[in-house]
């Protein structure tokens, strides 16, 4: 909080045009498609999706002030069915734009999404949806058919540092290249959470060095970015980890997207595939297990059910593989797209008229014949190797 202003830091930095905003280039650069929509004031329903700090909330803003559109912020963790109501019953017959930004999306039930959508549907809304979770999971297909994705990614270091630099200049205060380069660290990419270590360090001891930054931080924390190389290498050493039969490894890395916050249904979805892709014919229990795992974690959430995925991760690490299923199927794959629709053999087809039993469909077939039934060019294929 700056003490002549009485307003925090990240409300001070907040930019309020495109000219001032800091990545997301690959959407607000010059010619891409969300700078083109709101120069030309094409305003229509969208959901941000991306980690945290990155910028959602401020180009919600910036896209109402464009369209001179009325903004209306909510969170879905607290937002009702009654709030909504509010908003449509003020000035409905009017003609200013109506935006609903609607942080955290993802926590809408499906009940309260299927009463946004006719809103949504017929104009009324204009919906700026903001998540950190891929909405395809999460927002029902009616109302996410109506939307456009923008997918956010996280800050460079450069960028990250450039907050950081606006932040000292607003503050009048120097910081220096070590814990600049601290800063840009510990942020992960994460605008906010640089601008609030800032905020807090220049409160308490109005400088910034690393042990005022350090200083402020409550609890130590582990964090990485949803959409990060971090994110994708944890999943993948947990993933190699199982796959190597190695329990202890997998624990650990099960641990740290624990600790990180990391979706436990994410976590879920993965080992469900996991049980298929590795284990397979090997241990089709593994398949049943995962899946009421994943039930386990979609009913009682963080954080007990962290219990209920290590129970999940040792037995599947440890339980014996086979990726016989996994390969075929890959097999069978690669030759659909080298041969495409190869004819199907007459005997497999249904003869539901006449007319296709005069011509031989159906004609021969027995339930539980040892004959190839494989398209003419595919004869002897084997694709299932046990």
């Known amino acids: ?31 891409k498609p969300l700078r083109i929509a709101i120069e030309n004031h094409q305003i229509f329903s969208m959901i941000f999706w991306g980690p945290p700090g990155v910028g959602k ?6 896209i109402a002030k464009e369209a001179n559109a009325d903004l209306f912020e909510m969170s879905a963790v607290s937002a009702s069915k009654d709030d909504i ?41 204009t919906l700026i949806g903001a998540t950190t979770e891929n909405p395809s999971f999460e927002v029902i297909s009616p109302l996410l058919s109506r939307c456009r994705v923008f997918v956010l990614k996280e800050l460079s270091e450069q960028e990250t540092g450039e ?40 409160t308490l001891y109005e400088k910034l060095t690393i042990d005022t930054l350090k200083a402020t931080l409550q609890n130590s924390f582990l ?26 490894a997998a624990l650990y890395y099960l641990a740290r997207m624990v600790e990180a916050g990391e979706d436990p249904k994410f976590i879920a979805r993965r080992m469900v595939i996991f049980a298929s892709e590795d284990i ?20 009682i959430g963080y954080p007990e059910c962290a219990i209920n995925l290590a129970h999940g991760v040792t037995y599947l690490a440890l339980s014996v593989k086979n990726r016989s299923a996994y390969d075929g ?10 041969y495409g629709n190869l004819p199907i053999p007459l005997n497999l087809h249904n003869a539901e008229t006449k007319l296709m039993k005069e011509m031989g469909y159906g004609k021969g077939y027995e339930r539980y014949t040892k004959e190839d039934l494989l398209p003419e060019k595919l004869k002897n294929k084997k694709y299932y190797k046990k």
């Open 163 to 202: 907050i950081i630099d606006r932040a000292s200049k607003v503050l009048k205060v120097k910081i220096s290249k070590a814990p600049r380069d601290w800063l840009i660290q510990m942020a992960n990419g994460d605008a906010r959470q640089a601008i609030t270590m800032i905020d807090n360090a220049f």
């Open 329 to 338: 199927l890959r097999a069978a794959q690669a030759d659909i797209k080298t």
């Open 1 to 31: 909080m700056n003490t002549q202003t009485g307003q925090p830091l990240a409300m001070m930095l907040r930019p309020k045009s495109l000219k001032d905003f800091v990545g997301q280039t690959h959407l607000v650069g010059k010619n």
């Open 223 to 248: 964090r990485f970015d949803k959409k990060g190389s971090e994110h994708y290498d944890t999943i993948s050493a947990f993933i190699k980890s199982m796959r190597a039969s190695n329990a202890d």
């Open 280 to 299: 397979g014919m090997a241990n089709s229990n593994a398949l049943l297990l995962a899946n009421q795992v994943f039930q386990a974690v979609t009913q």
């Open 57 to 62: 909330t401020t180009l919600a803003k910036i």
């Open 85 to 125: 109501k509010k908003i449509i019953g003020l000035g409905e017959h009017g003609l200013v734009k109506k935006i609903l930004f609607l942080d955290e999306i993802h926590r809408f039930n499906k009940a309260q999404q299927d009463f946004l959508l006719p809103y949504v549907e017929s104009g009324l809304l």
